[in-house]
């Protein structure tokens, strides 16, 4: 994460001290990246195997590649990735069951300059592995007043209460 942009976070959460409490990702977070691109690369190559064979030149380098990568994963792979989300969400459950979300930047930096592309999408995978809510709040400014994205997350199926936080903190924050 950039400085200024960790500096900014800082401060958010300092700001909401009195609402927020902050502890570290437990210590399987670091395997999900690993599980969510095995995911992610065999559904890619699952999904779009016959547009890939008819027109492969029309899709990007990355995903090309990204597809070649997922069907190379084993059926065998998959299964451990699906079967990781599901301890992995079913052991930080508890977590939704004490706090009403969980506060995180929703990039490492702020918003691209150009319409080119939405950014770095870095920071939710965890969240989408796990098949959590997120909403990106461009409540928070870095370099050259770009916006800087806090990301809410929720529990599953709690919608109501979640978008319910995600209104509650940006009026907090625009007041």
Known sequence: MKKKSREAFEYFIKSFKKNIEVFDNPSYFK???????????????????????????KLSKPMQDAIVKGNKHSAKEYAEALDFMKRSYESYEEVFEDYHGVLSPASPGVAPKSLKTTGSAEF???????????????LLQGDANMPLGVQLTGA???????????????????N
């Open 31 to 57: 395997d999900i990246h690993k599980y969510h691109q095995i995911m992610y690369e065999t559904d890619l190559a699952n999904n779009f195997g016959l547009y890939y064979k008819k027109y492969k030149n």
């Open 156 to 174: 599953k199926y709690d919608d109501h209460r979640f978008l319910g936080i995600a209104n509650w903190l940006e009026k907090e924050c625009n």
């Open 124 to 138: 939710n995978k965890v969240w989408s592995y796990l098949g959590t809510p997120c909403i990106s709040l461009p």
